[in-house]
């Protein structure tokens, strides 16, 4: 009796989901005048590790018009989250 070897394949499904928490004493809602919308707002540190990249690259963006942004009072920069969220992506 002779033996037929059968060659199986495997398949393998990865799905990656990402959720972002925003921790509510960090974030400021302010006018984004580009949303015309309120919307919450964070540092460029802080906004650097929502997305995972560095500040540096945050910094790319605003000058890159990437990232709506504001400049507070104290001359800090805030950064629009929901811009953030889509140029992230």
């Known amino acids: ?27 400021k809602t302010q006018w984004c005048a580009v949303c015309a919308d309120s919307a ?8 650097a590790g929502l997305v995972g990249v560095t500040p540096r690259a945050i910094y790319r963006w605003i000058e890159s018009d990437r990232l709506h942004f504001t400049e507070a009072a104290d001359g800090s920069i805030l950064i ?8 992230a992506n």
């Open 1 to 27: 009796m002779k033996r037929r070897w059968v060659k199986r394949s495997k398949t393998e499904i990865t799905i990656e989901t990402r959720r972002v928490l925003l921790n509510q004493a960090s974030q």
């Open 40 to 47: 919450p707002m964070v540092t460029p540190t802080e906004a």
């Open 80 to 87: 629009c989250v929901p811009s953030l969220l889509t140029s």
